[in-house]
């Protein structure tokens, strides 16, 4: 990604570090030496006042005393020089004594020959800075009398710190290097746990876009991300949700621009064929009754014949006018379609599964291929109907090898659902015909199990309510039905 965060956190932070490393160099370069020669001030007073204390209690020349004002000068990088008013030296700090002496009485003198810059005078001492013309040197220094008549100096050299500055520049310099590279290193390493939930986040809004809903944020972190995620989850769970009721609402809405246009002709078209097909089961009903009653045959397996035609042909009636009742609530919108999200596949293996003992008693082989799970909008109830008709139809008619094939399949972006029966194709001329109510293409047989030519008509209002594809196409050796739902 050209504008990755994680490429920008290495960056920030790696500029951050150089940004501190450079102004740490810059600071030592610049202040280091004015803090060492305060410092330096500070020493040099307090080796006065050390030097006051030992002459006032006489202790300049106790060996312990001159042990410990050589230790103090070691310690602090510096030399001194005590004179009494004779010029002969009572204290000094190894063999300085001699290099010593001519710059204490020059200052004693006032014959200092060199750049002097005062930074404090007093009555007893002056603390200077002195750019030693023999030795080359700039030193910072004290001198003056002391309580007793004696003279004193005390000086350090400032080359020490220079070259400490230069020493110490260095090395942050190559310490610096080193730790911008291994910092920018964990960096970028340590920001992949901010990146990864952030483009993984962006991977399920994606999803989103593309109306796939089962994509969720899986984190267990307990930041800001995860509340970002969680809230991704919801509105996922929410535009799921809107986007079935609108779905719903829509159609509805379909449904109710072409109820008003459809009513009056269904009705003329309903009563006509109800009244057909209903005038010859009562006509049997009717003839075999009135023969029962007029004793037109005393054996009673005749008579037992005749009622048997009765209950068969009242039993035919019965599901003829439920399914008649469910085309005219289908047709006249009477029960509401609810789309939701269901998996095709599932509800296709299930059926199977339940028809599984009608297939077994007509002998037929059902074929279904491994299929994975499919999503799909429309009413799962209604769709089911849809398929359990196809699969029915495909049962009565199957012959030749008998075998029923259900093929899941996806085509130009919906799923597509295939029911596939070896038999007779179904002639050219009754293809467009098959979806009417009440038609049958073959008379004889579908009297003989009992159809009643409504089942195709309710495939076909269950699909236009969901306002999706249907059909059939005829095979060499059998007819394939086929439906299509839109995917989730």
Request: aromatic share 10%.
């Amino acid at each position: 990604m050209k504008h990755s965060i994680r490429r920008q956190f290495a960056f920030i932070f790696t500029g951050l570090m150089a940004g501190m490393i450079l102004l740490c160099w810059l600071l030592n370069s610049t202040l280091l030496e004015k803090y060492y020669i305060l410092n330096k001030q500070d020493v040099l007073l307090a080796f006065y006042d050390e030097l006051q204390d030992v002459t006032q209690n006489d202790k300049l020349g106790a060996e312990e005393t001159g042990l410990y004002l050589q230790q103090y000068c070691e310690k602090h990088n510096m030399s001194y020089l005590v004179l009494d008013a004779n010029s002969r030296t009572l204290r000094a700090s190894g063999a300085d004594a001699d290099f010593m002496r001519p710059q204490l009485l020059d200052h004693v003198l006032m014959q200092m020959d060199g750049d002097v810059q005062v930074m404090r005078e007093t009555d007893q001492y002056v603390l200077q800075r002195v750019n030693d013309m023999r030795s080359r040197f700039v030193y910072i220094e004290i001198w003056g009398i002391l309580d007793d008549g004696s003279f004193f100096i005390a000086r350090s050299a400032l080359e020490g710190i220079r070259d400490s500055v230069t020493i110490a520049n260095r090395f942050l310099m190559y310490i610096g290097v080193l730790a911008m590279v291994s910092c920018g290193i964990i960096i970028w390493v340590v920001s992949r746990k901010i990146t990864d939930p952030i483009l993984e986040l962006a991977d399920i809004s994606q999803r989103m876009t593309n109306l796939d809903f089962e994509a969720r944020y899986t984190g267990k972190n307990k930041n800001e991300i995860a509340l970002l995620g969680a809230n991704i989850n919801q509105l996922s769970d929410t535009l799921e949700k809107t986007i079935s009721e609108l779905k719903t609402a829509n159609n509805e809405l379909l449904k109710d621009i072409e109820k008003i246009e459809k009513t009056d002709e269904m009705r003329r078209e309903f009563i006509a064929n109800v009244s057909h097909e209903l005038k010859t089961p009562i006509a049997l009903i009717q003839g075999y009754a009135e023969g029962l009653l007029d004793g037109i045959s005393e054996d009673p397996e005749s008579r037992a014949y005749y009622c048997e035609v009765i209950v068969d042909e009242a039993s035919k009636m019965n599901q003829m006018v439920k399914k008649l009742l469910t085309l005219n609530q289908l047709e006249f919108g009477n029960e509401k379609v609810a789309m939701e999200r269901f998996d095709i596949t599932s509800l296709v293996s299930g059926c199977l599964q339940s028809a599984e003992l009608l297939a077994n008693q007509n002998e037929i082989t059902v074929k279904m291929e491994e299929t994975p799970a499919y999503y799909v909008w429309g009413d799962e109830f209604r769709i089911e109907e849809v398929f359990m008709n196809y699969f029915s139809n495909a049962v009565n008619h199957c012959r030749r090898e008998k075998i029923i094939e259900v093929l899941v399949q996806p085509v130009n972006e919906r799923i597509r659902v295939t029911v596939f029966n070896t038999g007779e194709p179904i002639p050219q001329e009754s293809l467009p015909l098959i979806w009417d109510k009440f038609y049958k293409v073959d008379k004889a047989r579908t009297r003989e199990y009992g159809g009643s030519g409504v089942g195709l008509s309710i495939v076909r209002a269950i699909m236009e309510s969901v306002h999706q594809p249907y059909g059939v196409q005829n095979y060499e050796n059998g007819v394939a039905f086929w439906f299509e739902l839109e995917q989730a």
